[in-house]
Every structure is written in C-alpha cells, then in structure tokens.
C-alpha cells in the first residue's frame, strides 16, 4: 500500500509467473493419491473396492465443494477426484496455482480429519498426500467428454480389478496367473469369466464400484414445524426453507439423462 514503504527486495515479486486461466473455460482440477496402491495394502483396504476408504474420498471432496467457492461437480472413483469450477468463477482472480493449492490441501486435511469417522480404532499410519494438475475446457462438449473419459476408466478398472480378485481370492489363482489369464481378453471375456466360474453378473456389482461418484449442489426443500404466538396464543406452523446442498449420486454421466435430469449444472 502507499502508506508502507516498500523495501528494496520488492522487487522479486516480478518473478511470479501469470498463471490465469483463461476466461469462459471450465476449469478442472484433479487430485491423485500419492502411491495409494502402498498406502491401500498399508491401511488393508479390502480388494478390490475399500467402501470405507471411497467414503472418506467423498467426504473430503465434500468438505473442498463446501469450503471453496465456485465448484459446480465433482467426480471421483478410486484415489481421484475431480472438481469442475463454474465458467464464469473469478476466484482468485482464476489463478490456477491458487486454484489446485486450495483444492488439493482442503482435500488432504479433510482426509486426516475425517479419517477416525471411516476406519474407527484403524490408526493413520502416516501423512497422505495428493497431487493436483489444471485442465481447461472451452466447451461443455469437452468437459462432458472428460468427466466421460474418467468414468470410463472407473468402469475399465473396475471390470478388471472385480474379476483379477475373484481368480485371486476365489478362484486360487497366484496374482501372476491372474494377470497371465486377463491378457489380452476383452470385456466381454471378463463378464464371461464372472459370470461362468464365480456365477458374478457384473451388472449387477454395486453402482459406486461401477459408476464412481458424482457430487452436486441440489436444492432441497426443509420443512420444519415452528411454535409462534399470535395474539397470546400459540400456533403450530409449517415453515418451508430451500436450501442448498452437496448430494452425492452413483449413476451413468456418459448419456445425456444426468445432464437432462440437472441442466443448472452446466452454463
Ligand atoms: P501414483 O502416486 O502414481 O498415483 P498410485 O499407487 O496412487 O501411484 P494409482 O494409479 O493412482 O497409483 O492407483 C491407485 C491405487 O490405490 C489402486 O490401484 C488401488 O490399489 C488403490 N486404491 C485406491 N482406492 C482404493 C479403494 N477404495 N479400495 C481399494 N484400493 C484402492
Ligand atoms: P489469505 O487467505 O488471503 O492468506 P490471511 O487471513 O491468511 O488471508 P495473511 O496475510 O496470510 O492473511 O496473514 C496471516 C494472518 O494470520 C496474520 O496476519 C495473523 O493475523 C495470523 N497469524 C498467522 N500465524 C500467526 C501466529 N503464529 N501467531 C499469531 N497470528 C498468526
Ligand atoms: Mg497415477
Ligand atoms: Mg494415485
Ligand atoms: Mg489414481
Ligand atoms: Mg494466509
């Protein structure tokens, strides 16, 4: 300010380099667990899908949703999570490094802080991290074609993942005799080997294995009742408040229903 004299360092502010992100663009950022395969054998996390520990993700990627302005959805399967600010956000003047760095340490120490909530007596064993990259989308085609593009990685690893542990766990196979079996195969093979050797309809596995996370702002109609007093006496009434809220949803968002079904998310 003009009141503070500025000392002669001032001047290697002018290294910081612009990183805003350019206007009208959908801006995503996306974490990523830091060596999560270690850090899921560390903490037993049940193979092939740990509901506690996908629970705890979508916990934290509430608490970022909640705390931080502008995030419009957010998409997580696995150690990932993506958040999707709106187009027209001037947080932080649309600084990118602002941006990933509020995100990813929201992200993390609602991780630590949640943590007793998902796994009980199952102590942290050490500090996680998580990395944060930005990508831009100009079009609500592309953001739709990346949140597609993460979904169907969800769906990908999750057919391999479900029958790789069934031939392990199930079936008696060493993890090297599993991996030999699933080269090459399609996923057609894959439903088959369910569905003949574990009698598994892979359809009808969980929707949050299959499908991931999608978290939303809903509005969501509260009724409650209120005593008042009119003219000394007292009344019962039906106050209704809508308020907003982050609802969590394990459906298809590679169709157009989600997007039919919820037109505000997209500008
Ligand atoms: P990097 O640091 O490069 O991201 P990584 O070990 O985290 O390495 P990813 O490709 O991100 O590798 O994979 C995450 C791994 O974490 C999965 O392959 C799986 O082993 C484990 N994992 C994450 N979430 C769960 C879960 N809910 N249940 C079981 N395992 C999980
Ligand atoms: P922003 O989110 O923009 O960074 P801020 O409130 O964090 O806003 P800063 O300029 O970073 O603003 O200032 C940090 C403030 O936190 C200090 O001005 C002081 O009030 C408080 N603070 C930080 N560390 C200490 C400390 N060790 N003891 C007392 N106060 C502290
Ligand atoms: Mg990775
Ligand atoms: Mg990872
Ligand atoms: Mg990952
Ligand atoms: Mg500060």
Request: charged share 30%.
């Amino acid at each position: 300010s003009s009141v503070m004299a500025k000392s002669k360092y001032e001047y290697v502010r002018n290294f910081e380099t612009d990183d805003t992100c350019l206007r009208n663009c959908y801006i995503v950022v996306r974490l990523d667990g830091r060596n999560f395969h270690k850090f899921a054998e560390q903490h037993n996390f049940a193979k092939p899908n740990d509901d506690r520990a996908l629970g705890l993700m979508t916990r934290s990627a509430r608490s970022v949703m909640e705390e931080l302005e502008d995030i419009i959805i957010a998409y997580g399967q696995s150690d990932e999570f993506s958040f999707i600010f709106k187009r027209s956000s001037n947080w932080f003047k649309r600084r990118a490094s602002k941006l990933m760095t509020h995100v990813a340490s929201q992200f993390s120490s609602s991780y630590v802080f949640y943590w007793r909530e998902y796994f009980g007596e199952q102590p942290l064993l050490h500090p996680p991290g998580f990395d944060g990259r930005v990508v831009l989308y100009p079009s609500n085609r592309n953001l739709r074609d990346y949140l597609s593009w993460r979904q169907a990685d969800c769906h990908i690893n999750n057919l391999y993942n479900t029958v790789f542990w069934s031939l392990v766990l199930k079936g008696g196979l060493s993890t090297i005799q599993a991996e030999d079996k699933l080269k090459g195969t399609l996923a057609a093979d894959k439903n088959e080997i369910l569905f003949s050797e574990f009698n598994i309809n892979y359809n009808k596995e969980p929707l949050i294995h299959r499908k991931g996370t999608s978290l939303i702002w809903e509005k969501i109609d509260e009724t409650t009742t209120k005593q008042i007093k009119v003219l000394n006496e007292e009344k019962e009434v039906t106050v209704t408040k809508s308020r907003k809220r982050v609802t969590a949803h394990h459906c298809d968002i590679i169709g157009d229903q989600f997007w039919k079904e919820h037109p505000e998310i997209l500008e």
